[in-house]
């Protein structure tokens, strides 16, 4: 009797040691419930996960180290043959406990994948081909085409000595290897060498410009100005030709006023080329890119603001990739005073719905805000957006929020919104955004929040 209590205090010594580490899970079914992990052991429980007892906590101590490591003997990455050189000023390769991480849309973007950010979960997804590996900042849980897996490292966001923000740092062999490539590593010469799958070139889609001509992708101007030929979309992944007719109940805009004319705006369509974004009704006839309702939304608000007299300008009129680093560039080279970033949302669910906009109080090192420098500030443009966005379409109500962690945010220099107008993914949204007409009261509602905004600020 007594061995056997003492063998069960043992036992139960040795399970209380094992729990003090993180606790991560992995599904023991078929499928897998991205919501039964985010909503915490629990839920993970009744869903059919089983916990894996796995830790591993990594000191600021320690990352200053592999800091000190990298600045004195750098870590170099080639892709497919060739170095892959890195921005100026921006993080490079460090390794962490024996794992070399990189930073993740520098370098799958430059592979050729797409990389995503989602604010609200800390969580990045790099997509390439047919294949997707999803990590979440601080967790040794990663999805691999909806297959759990655990990280010896997990992803981080990491920054330069005196930058700001960081950037998103992730285990290159794992991600890389999960996506299909090749990786090696050159000790004596401290190279990365990541070789990529060569993916299949897309079918040229074709479209009818006004003439009745057929036309591919990207002939009618790469990063158009006002006025030139961009078509709309609605309902579907066809382009249509720009219409001014107005859908019932929604009234013709006032002008800008002259001081508010001057001003710069930017619009930029998310996504675009490679990077279709989300996609609504996969697989189905009604399958619907969020690139395309950006695209035909931006044109549409073009059009609006252009025939109220403002100063415009579009980061894109066709179907072309841009990364969110080179959006927030053309915007900074153009000295513009408002940046506008279209979208959609989604997620991996069908539950979240509804209306956001995002926005950033920026403030430079000197302490000026967004109204010191350019007299406006972007959480007073995302305030009246969204109140004009509820107005329309009478959607869930999901704020206006500080998101400094959004690229085109901090990256740009002058104040910067992103609207999200409704989710792909939501049953009911998915009609809203399928219906007759949306782009072009997503465009309205947007541009009479910019004309009252700009006209209030600007006198």
Not at 224 to 239: A, C, F, L, P, R
Not at 327 to 339: G, K, Q, V, Y
């Amino acid at each position: 009797m007594k061995m056997k209590r003492f063998f069960l205090i043992c036992i139960s010594i040795m399970v209380m040691t094992f729990m003090s580490a993180s606790v991560v899970f992995a599904n023991n079914g078929d499928g897998y419930d991205y919501e039964a992990y985010y909503n915490g052991y629990e839920e993970a429980a009744r869903a059919g996960y089983v916990p894996i007892l796995h830790g591993n906590d990594i000191s600021e101590q320690e990352i200053d180290e592999a800091r000190d490591i990298m600045e004195e003997y750098p870590v170099r990455l080639k892709i497919n043959g060739e170095e892959f050189f890195f921005a100026a000023g921006s993080m490079t390769p460090i390794i962490i406990q024996d794992r070399t991480l990189v930073p993740a849309r520098a370098v799958f973007e430059a592979m050729g994948g797409t990389v995503a950010w989602d604010e609200e979960r800390e969580e990045v997804r790099v997509n390439f081909g047919d294949s997707t590996v999803i990590l979440t900042i601080g967790s040794n849980l990663a999805w691999i085409d909806g297959t759990a897996r655990i990280l010896d490292v997990p992803a981080m966001i990491i920054a330069q000595r005196g930058e700001i923000y960081g950037s998103t740092m992730i285990p290159a062999r794992f991600t890389a290897e999960a996506l299909g490539s090749l990786v090696a590593w050159d000790e004596d010469e401290r190279i990365v060498g990541i070789t990529a799958p060569v993916l299949p070139e897309p079918e040229e889609e074709y479209k009818i410009d006004e003439n009745g001509e057929e036309y591919e992708n990207g002939e009618n101007g790469e990063n158009g100005e006002n006025g030139e030929n961009g078509g709309h979309v609605d309902g579907s992944n066809v382009i249509q030709q720009p219409s001014n007719d107005l859908p019932f109940g929604l009234a013709p805009l006032p002008m800008m006023n002259p001081a508010a004319a001057q001003r710069l705006i930017v619009i930029d369509p998310g996504h675009g080329g490679r990077d279709p974004g989300a996609i609504g009704g996969r697989g189905t006839p009604n399958e619907l890119f969020e690139s395309t309702i950006t695209l035909q939304t931006s044109l549409y608000i073009r059009d609006f603001l252009v025939a109220a007299g403002a100063n415009l300008h579009m980061i894109r009129t066709t179907d072309i990739s841009l990364t969110n680093f080179e959006r927030a560039e053309i915007a900074n080279e153009l000295n513009a005073d408002l940046f506008v970033s279209i979208h959609v949302n989604a997620f991996r669910t069908d539950i979240p719905n509804g209306s956001e906009v995002h926005f950033y109080r920026q403030v430079d090192e000197y302490e000026n805000s967004e109204g010191d420098l350019f007299g406006i500030y972007s959480e007073d443009v995302a305030r009246v957006i969204q109140r004009e966005m509820l107005r329309e379409f009478g959607l869930t109500d999901r704020g206006f929020r500080n998101s400094p962690r959004l690229i085109v945010l901090n990256r740009t220099n002058m104040p910067a919104v992103v609207v999200e107008a409704a989710f792909l993914s939501n049953p009911d949204d998915f009609r809203v955004i399928r219906s007759e007409g949306f782009s072009k009261r997503y465009a309205h509602a947007v541009a009479r929040a910019l004309i009252e905004v700009m006209n209030q600020t600007f006198q």
